[in-house]
């Protein structure tokens, strides 16, 4: 969220002439930040890059919430998809994931997992994933994704299910850790001798998306004047290299699409809430 935050800021500076600034709201797997959101005049000076673990997921996981996805927000467009992974720390014997789930059946409840708070997309595919493969795993929620990361690189726990690549895939390349799947439907260019879990177990897709909303009532015309913002940078050769590098998919929207594609986003992740009971 971060980078795509200050991508879009930069833009968003050039063409209104004034400061945009990133103010990161961790915890709660997003959750405190898009409650911030729905609490904003919506005036166009406050919008914001949230996830699909606060709008699609935290409604069907997580009870009185502070903001209602269908009514609280104004979609504008979605930004970027980007497949997930699942890591392993250096520390850890894990090579693969054959040895991952061979050693949770010799030692279940033993082997840990970091994900970026409860109710995230992480918590989910990594419950998930118990589920799929019949072990399991103990879940320590951290409040964002810097804390689980600087954890996992340390050896504090011993994987990670992450919903991008931005972070595993400078760390992959320091040798700092161990990129044992991806989640996308297909192989990450930029991770291609790594298997995806659909390889693995065929259906096992789960990726994560960074869209940009504004507080409900936001009106027509700064939709319209952002929306072109931030698609006109979605068209940019050199950052769409640069998010391919980092596995990241550029998929602009009308704000109509947009609206659908969340519809369409919390029907499936209700769904797998519901079958994991949680």
Request: a positive charge; charged letters at 15%.
């Amino acid at each position: 969220t971060d980078l795509v935050a200050r991508e879009l800021a930069k833009r968003l500076t050039e063409a209104f002439g004034q400061a945009c600034t990133v103010e990161n709201k961790a915890g709660a797997g997003g959750n405190i930040g898009t409650a911030a959101l729905a609490r904003a005049v919506p005036d166009g000076y406050t919008l914001g890059v949230m996830t699909v673990s606060a709008i699609s997921i935290a409604p069907h996981v997580t009870p009185n919430l502070p903001f209602n996805p269908d009514k609280d927000f104004t979609p504008i467009t979605n930004i970027v998809n980007t497949p997930g992974a699942v890591l392993a720390g250096i520390k850890t014997p894990f090579q693969s994931i054959s040895d991952l789930i061979r050693a949770a059946k010799e030692r279940p409840g033993k082997i840990t997992y970091a994900s970026v708070g409860n109710g995230s997309l992480p918590h989910l595919v990594g419950e998930r994933f118990c589920k799929t493969f019949g072990i399991e795993l103990v879940h320590v929620p951290y409040k964002g994704a810097a804390p689980a990361m600087q954890d996992l690189l340390a050896g504090v726990v011993d994987l990670s299910f992450e919903s991008a690549l931005t972070n595993t895939v400078s760390n992959a390349a320091a040798g700092k850790l161990r990129v044992l799947a991806t989640t996308g439907s297909q192989r990450a260019p930029v991770l291609a001798n790594v298997p995806t879990l659909n390889e693995i177990h065929p259906g096992f897709v789960a990726q994560g998306w960074f869209g940009l909303l504004g507080p409900a009532g936001l009106p027509d015309s700064v939709v319209t004047k952002v929306h072109g913002v931030a698609v006109n940078m979605l068209k940019e050769a050199p950052l769409l290299e640069r998010f391919e590098k980092l596995g990241i998919e550029a998929d602009p929207r009308t704000p109509q699409s947009f609206r659908s594609h969340l519809t369409e986003q919390s029907l499936i992740w209700a769904n797998v809430a519901k079958s994991l009971k949680l």
